[in-house]
Nanobody
Framework: QVQLVESGGGLVQPGGSLRLSCAAS????????VGWFRQAPGKEREGVAC????????AYAGSVKGRFTISRDNRKNTLYLQMNSLKPEDSGVYYC??????????????????WGQGTQVTVSS
């Protein structure tokens, strides 16, 4: 079955960087559009970035554009999110996700079928 396992979260100071990884199994990353969402305490889950399976085009939420980069390694079947110039408001649990009929960009979480368990990112001094 489809399984997504995130890693790479942690505590980082404002202005720092982190790289999140999402190892996929049960399907090939280039079958579907894939993306990253995040959720802060008391807030709704929000889309961060996605990459198209058809042509590799990427899309980003306005709040992270120019700071975050999504990429995938089809050989390793792994999705990445490079996060630079981190801000306290970037803190939250980060999830990778995919679905059989999702668009990129597509920022409605209910459209996605599969989710990882999430990895915590905390940006604080």
């Amino acid at each position: 079955q489809v399984q997504l396992v995130e890693s790479g979260g942690g505590l980082v100071q404002p202005g720092g960087s982190l790289r999140l990884s999402c190892a996929a199994s049960g399907f090939s990353l280039d079958y579907y559009n894939v993306g990253w969402f995040r959720q802060a305490p008391g807030k709704e889950r929000e889309g961060v970035a996605c990459v198209s399976n058809s042509d590799g085009r990427t899309a980003y939420a306005g709040s992270v554009k120019g700071r975050f980069t999504i990429s995938r390694d089809n050989r390793k079947n792994t999705l990445y999110l490079q996060m630079n110039s981190l801000k306290p408001e970037d803190s939250g649990v980060y999830y990778c996700t995919t679905g059989t009929d999702v668009r990129c960009p597509g920022w409605n979480p209910w459209e996605y079928d599969y989710w990882g368990q999430g990895t915590q990112v905390t940006v604080s001094s």
